[in-house]
C-alpha cells in the first residue's frame, strides 16, 4: 500500500516552522496586536506550500498542465533556446492563491537543463518574459517528440526548484520542482501540436489536458 502523500511541500517547513515559532512567542508574551497578522501569515505560508494529489488522465498522447494558473499566451513563436526552432508556446501564469508545485506535463528523458539568472521583473509582463530569471527543461518523449517547459521567476519570486537533471526518466505528472513565491511556466510544443486550451483558461498541473501530441 503506498504512503499517503503529505499535503505541503518539504521547501515549505522551514518558513512555516518560522511563523509558527513567531506566532507562538508573540501570543506568549501577549502582543496581541502581532498575533493576529503572524497567524494571518501562517496560515498563507500553509496555504502557498500545500501539495494536494492529483489525477493523472491516462491517454498516453494527452499532455497535462505543469503548473496551477490561468493561460496568458498561447501563440506559434521561434524558439531558439530551448527547442530550437519554431514552436507553439503556451504561459500559464501562477498567482500567490495558487498551488505552486510543478509537474511533469508529459513522460520522457530530461535531454538538458537550461538555467538563466535575471531579473524580477512581473511575469505576466512582456519584460518579464525576455528579462527574468529562468530554468528550463529540454524533455524527450516516448515518442520521439521533443518539448520544453521552462520555469520564470516573477516579482517577488526569489528561488526557482528544479530536481531534475539531464538523463532523468520522469512519468507524467510526477513533480519535478516548485517556484518559491512566484509565478509563470511556459511550454514551448512542437507546431502540430493540438492545443485545447485558450488564453485565460484555468488549469489545474498534472490534470487539466491543455495539448495531445500527435
Not at 503506498?2 to 506568549?28: D, H, N, R, W
Not at 507553439?88 to 539568472?117: D, Q
Not at 493540438?194 to 487539466?208: D, F
Request: glycine content about 8%; hydrophobic content about 50%; overall charge neutral.
Amino acid at each position: 500500500m503506498l504512503k499517503p502523500q503529505i499535503p505541503v511541500a518539504k521547501e515549505g517547513f522551514p518558513f512555516i516552522g518560522f511563523m509558527v515559532f513567531i506566532t507562538l512567542v508573540f501570543a506568549i508574551l501577549s502582543y496581541d496586536l502581532l498575533v493576529w497578522p503572524c497567524l494571518v501569515l501562517t496560515v498563507f505560508v500553509l496555504c502557498f506550500f500545500r501539495d494536494p494529489e492529483r489525477f493523472v488522465p491516462p491517454e498516453e498522447d494527452a499532455m497535462v498542465s505543469p503548473a496551477d494558473g490561468k493561460v496568458i499566451i498561447a501563440e506559434k513563436v521561434q524558439d531558439d533556446t530551448f527547442t530550437e526552432g519554431e514552436a507553439f508556446k503556451v504561459s500559464i501564469f501562477m498567482n500567490v492563491f495558487n498551488v505552486h508545485v510543478n509537474r511533469a506535463p508529459m513522460a520522457g528523458t530530461v535531454e538538458k537543463i537550461v538555467y538563466r539568472p535575471g531579473k524580477f521583473y512581473a511575469a505576466d509582463s512582456a519584460r518579464g518574459a525576455l528579462q527574468n530569471e529562468y530554468c528550463g527543461t529540454v524533455l524527450q518523449t516516448a515518442s520521439g517528440k521533443k518539448i520544453a517547459f521552462v520555469q520564470i521567476a516573477g516579482l517577488i519570486a526569489r528561488r526557482i526548484i528544479c530536481w531534475l537533471e539531464p538523463g532523468d526518466s520522469i512519468l507524467k505528472g510526477r513533480r519535478f520542482g516548485l517556484i518559491r513565491f512566484g509565478s509563470r511556466v511556459d511550454l514551448y510544443l512542437p507546431l502540430d501540436t493540438e492545443i485545447l486550451v485558450q488564453v485565460g483558461q484555468k488549469v489545474r498541473a498534472g490534470e487539466t489536458v491543455i495539448a495531445n501530441l500527435k
